[in-house]
Each structure stands twice: as structure tokens, then as C-alpha cells.
């Protein structure tokens, strides 16, 4: 967004982004108020969770906290803040890993968890419409009680919801197969900056009427409107699935057993997750419950699950995909879940991983894309690159093989203190990139851009897609209200 005269900052703000002061004026924050009335009004302990960012690497602060029950109540809230060019920043679950849902700089904060509501599930038109609050496992209930599939399945899926989905354009386990959320969205309604009500939620395939809008606010982190309520897509609900943990030597090895996977099944593939032998180690020493499914140790592990419409084709396709795996020396070891239970167990150790860090302080967290093929060329030239600029730093290496997203964590180095792993981390950062830079990749993939990777955007993308960026933004919100300093600095 382009920088507007000092004079229409508001106060203790720098030109060009707007914030909310220290306290609201007290007619204005009367007016929210009685907007949502005493149960929108969220104080307290409720209010602290609220504030703090789950790993607690991002703490907030706003004047105001303000839960509204409907997409009415969300348009006069902004309608108020338009007026006054007070700063808001939406939230929903608070499982962002970048600090695009924390109220850094004082915003008025959204929560949208009392708009909760399941407004149709069609299953002839394999269609469901629900609310921004409306949390992913909800979702998945609400579609397979009409017996259908909602795809989309990330750790924190009992508790992220619809509109922080949407907004950070959410990932997860089976985009190999169903895309990612822009892939699964139909439609959208949202709050404007203005505080109109856009009224999106088609559930059509296909609409060639201009400028597709919803794909604007997918991903867009709030920075341009609040997403209201989303209608998606639904599929038919797998009626067997087959899941399967192999150790092999190397993330080639494990290329090359996509391929095969994906040839055999016909498509079936459904998630193809490969992790680390340290991640797994970390799990199984940081996350109650978690054991090592394989007798030995392996440099590298994949998890991955085909699905079907028919029964007791899996498990026969699966036995012979492993049979000639090994034949080829793609594979060491591997074990098929036996059962629900097996398979629960083997994807809860994949879902722990996040958590399993959480214990080994300070950390260099990058979520990042590659070509396919060029995954393996990524990981070597990002181990050999921070080695060099953090000797004996601990890589966590493990993602979405599938689709190119490799989430690459690093430790600090035995007996260092986070002061001085501190000091590194922009030379870590430095080597990951340089390693993205040389494969064409993103810095970015599934985890938005947020706080976390702000000021790497400005300084990476391209110059004339910033520009574009900014333009839509000083467009959809020219007084800088929305959710300001996040994405675009």
C-alpha cells in the first residue's frame, strides 16, 4: 500500500498504516460494545489466551476484544472502526504459526468462534456452506454425516477454523490428492474494509464473470476484508483406506516410491508424508504415547495412505506396491496399520511433530516449497548450508513430499544457549533460502506470511508483484485498517 500524508496516520503510528491507540475514544468503544452486547465482549483469562500466539512467540495487545454472532454484527463493528481509522485484526482459532492473527500494534481484535454455524451440507451437489467459526473437525463431522468428504486435514483441526483456513490458504496431509483450500473453495462472504457485506457463496464450478474475488481473500491473511462464512467442496467418502509406514535411506528413495505410488494406485494416493529419523527420535522422546512403529532406525520414514470407494482393493495394492519397493532397494523396512487404531497411532506420531519441538527452545522454523524432483537437491544443499553458518545445529526435516512442502526446522546445536543460537538465525534463515533460491522454490508454502516472513517478502518477491500486492490493497482497504503490518510492511 502506497504511503498516504502523515496527517491521516493516526496516533503513534507511522504514515501509510493505521493502529489503534492505547485506549478507544469512549464513544467509539461504547458503540462496539453495545454492538455485540456483554457476551461479545471477551476479557479476562479468555482474553490472554487470545493475545499470546500458542508457541508464545508473539504476544498482543488491543483495547477491545469484541466476539460478534453474526456477519451483521462483524459489518457494523469495521463500519465503526472504518469511520474512527481504528486498526482490526481478525482471528479465529490462534494456530497460526507466522503472527498474522496477533494483534501486535493494538488492533481491535475479532474473534469469530461464536459464529459457529453449519448452514447447508448438500449432498447431491456435493456442497457444504458454514460459518468462519466453525472449527475444521466440525466441518469434517458435519460432511460426513451426510455422508460425504471434506478433505481437508491438518493438526489442529479441532480447534483452527473455517475463516483462518481460508485466509491462510491452509495445506495439510491430502493436498497431494484434493488441492489446497484455494482448490476446495466455491465461494465466499466476507466484511469489506468498508464494512460491506459481500455476499460471494456461490456453489457453482464454474463462473467466468470477471475477476474471481474470493481467490483475493484466500490467503490474504485479513488484510483485505474478513472472511464471513465459506461454501466448499465436498467429495465422496472413501470407503477403505490403507495407510503404511516404510523406512528407507534416502528423500530420492522416497521420490522415486511416489512415483511408484502413484502408478499403482491410480491416483488413490492420498497423502505421502516423508519425516525425518530425527523427527521421528524427537517425537518419540517429547510426545507421550509416541513409539517407533519399525524395528530398526532409518535415516528417513514416509507415512502414506491410499483410499477407495471400493473394499478390499487397497490392501492388495498396497502389499505389492511394498513388494516391489524392496525388490528395488527403495525400501528397508515397513509395516501396513492392521487396523483404525494402527493407523490413528501412525498418524498421530506425524500430527505430534510440531508439538515434539516445542520443548527444545529456541527454533529456526521454515516452511517452505520445491519442484518434486527437486526436493532431494533442497535438502542437500540446505543441510550443508547450515551446518556451515550454525555448526552442529539439529535439523528437523518433514512435510507434504506429495506436493513439494518440506517443513524445515532447526534446533540449537547441544550445550548452546538460545542467546547465542539467537545470534545465528539470520545466517540460518540465510542458507535455507539460498537453498529455495537455487531449486526456484518459495519461502512460504502452506503457513501464510504473516509477521514471521514480512520483511523476507519485501525483500525476495518479485519488485512488480509487490507492486501489484500493494496496489490491491491501498484498493480493498485505502485507510490501512485491516489487520495493518501483516503481509505487506
Sequence with gaps: MSARPASDALPGTDAGTASSAAALPAGTDAALRDVVGPKGVIEGGDLAQRL?????KWRGRTPLALAPASTAEVARIVRICADARIAITPQGGNTGLVGGQTPTNGEVLILLHRMNRIRSVDPLDATM??????????????AAS???????????????QIGGIVSTNAGGVNVIRYGNTRDLVLGLEAVTAAGEIWNGLKRLRKDNTGYDLKQLLIGGEGTLGIVTAATVKLFPRPKEKATALVGLASPAAALELLALAQDASGGQTTSFELISGAAYDLCVRNVPGVRHALAGRHAWHVLF?????????LRPMLEALLADAYARGLVADGVIAESEAQAHDLWRMRHALSEAMKPEGLQAKHDVSAPLSDVP???ELADAGVERACPGARVIAFGHLGDGNIHYDVLRPAGVDDAAFRARLRDVEA????AVDAVDGSISAEHGVGLARRDDLATRKDPAALAMMRSVKAALDPHGIMNPGKMLR
Design 431 to 434: 542458507a535455507v533460502y539460498a
Design 146 to 160: 451426510a455422508d460425504r468428504l471434506f478433505p481437508l486435514s491438518i493438526g489442529s483441526e479441532g480447534t483452527c
Design 377 to 379: 537437491r533442497f535438502l
Design 305 to 313: 495412505e491410499f483410499s477407495s470407494g471400493q473394499i478390499g482393493v
Design 52 to 56: 499470546e500466539e500458542w508457541r508464545g
Design 129 to 142: 456452506t458454514l460459518d468462519a467459526g466453525v472449527t475444521l473437525a466440525a466441518a469434517q463431522d458435519a
